[in-house]
């Protein structure tokens, strides 16, 4: 199938649209002639960790009262409350990103009754649509984790790595690669993805700008960073 967008769950944010939506027609944004909207070739998804009105105030002030974020025609709030707590946390906020569902915290791609539900990344490539991520953080950490994989908890890093093999992202630039080579089952995910005939690199075996990119195949550039355990007893992050 033909694919003809990009999606690129990064870490920052905003926007999404359907590729069979209309043109709009919106004549509320100036009393003069309306504005026709086509369709955006690419969708680019940022996420920025933690920004809420407060970061974005504190942008404000520092910058002169002037942000770019000012001259998007359109502007949105969510709740970001969780499932089962009025404080969210990275998990349950980045599943209401990217399922449009309230989930506990702590959960990531599953529903309140740990249920795996779709994510706009998984429907982008069901219509043929190409997609890719890019994350500076290791991938299987909550925000970039809950658009690819369903599991009970984002302290399951290795189950994450494990379900990005259930997709056909094309594109991939993050840090985590001791999660898919040096995992305590054994697996070589690497391997696999290169069995997927994905293109796989990372920063122990070239610099990403002396890569020699191949357009016909899938892209996966992995950075090994330090693994960290989260512990139950520390805060909601």
């Not at 942008?59 to 089962?84: A, H």
């Not at 950490?141 to 189950?159: G, L, M």
């Not at 040096?182 to 690497?190: N, P």
Request: net charge positive; hydrophobic share 40%.
């Amino acid at each position: 199938m033909q694919r003809k967008y990009l999606l690129l769950p990064l870490l920052l944010l905003l926007a999404a649209c359907s590729p069979n939506t209309p043109p709009l027609t919106n004549s509320t944004l100036s009393n003069d002639e309306p504005v026709v909207r086509k369709h955006p070739k690419n969708i680019i998804l940022m996420i920025g960790d933690g920004m809420g009105l407060t970061q974005i105030t504190a942008g404000l002030y520092k910058n002169g009262n002037k942000l770019n974020l000012e001259k998007f025609p359109i502007v949105g709030l969510q709740k970001s409350y969780s499932g089962d707590n009025l404080v969210t946390d990275s998990a349950a906020g980045a599943t209401a990103f990217s399922a449009g569902v309230k989930t506990y915290n702590g959960a990531i791609g599953v529903r309140m009754d740990s249920t795996a539900v779709k994510t706009i990344l998984e429907e982008a490539e069901e219509r043929g649509m190409a997609t890719g991520m890019i994350a500076t953080s290791t991938i299987v950490h909550a925000t970039p984790a809950a658009f690819i994989a369903h599991v009970k908890s984002r302290n399951d890093y290795e189950d994450i790595a494990a379900d990005f093999l259930k997709t056909n992202i094309d594109f991939l630039w993050e840090g985590g690669k001791s999660y898919f080579d040096k995992r305590k089952d054994g697996r070589d995910l690497i391997g696999e993805l290169r069995s997927k005939n994905y293109f796989v690199s990372s920063t122990d075996e070239e610099d990403l700008t002396k890569v020699a990119v191949d357009f016909n195949r899938n892209f996966a550039f992995l950075q090994r960073m330090p693994i960290r355990r989260r512990s139950r007893k520390e805060g909601i992050t």
